[in-house]
């Protein structure tokens, strides 16, 4: 059974930072395509940041040089470090996981809030 349980969300100022962690069980994340997701309210989900099972990481423009993604293989984690916080990144953070080369994230975390107070 896979699970992806999310951590590190809460409130914080702008200009402020924050780190989300995602541990995965059931799944290895260095033998996965990992990605974090976002769902502001009354918004469409959307994606942020992805890290393949090579280790190749992109993500999307409105977060270039504020956020990053990385992977601990050992804690079987990943991790979203956020600077440089607005509050137009307020929203639900999920975690998600596929097989490489699948087009599909098949494995979702519960998500974890984050609010960025103006």
């Known amino acids: 059974q896979v699970q992806l349980v999310e951590a590190g969300g809460g409130l914080v100022q702008t200009g402020g930072s924050l780190r989300l962690s995602c541990t995965a069980s059931?799944?290895?994340?260095?033998?996965?395509?990992m990605g974090w997701f976002r769902q502001a309210p009354g918004k469409e989900r959307e994606f942020v940041a992805g890290?393949?099972?090579?280790?190749?990481?992109y993500d999307t423009e409105s977060v270039k040089g504020r956020f990053t993604i990385s992977r601990d293989s050992a804690k079987n984690t990943v991790y979203l470090q956020m600077s440089s916080l607005k509050p137009e990144d307020t929203a639900v953070y999920y975690c998600?996981?596929?097989?490489?080369?699948?087009?599909?994230?098949?494995?979702w975390g519960q998500g974890t809030p984050v609010t960025v107070s103006s």
């Open positions: 890290v393949t099972w090579r280790g190749s990481r």
């Open positions: 059931g799944v290895t994340v260095s033998s996965s395509d």
């Open positions: 998600a996981a596929r097989p490489p080369g699948s087009g599909t994230y098949t494995y």
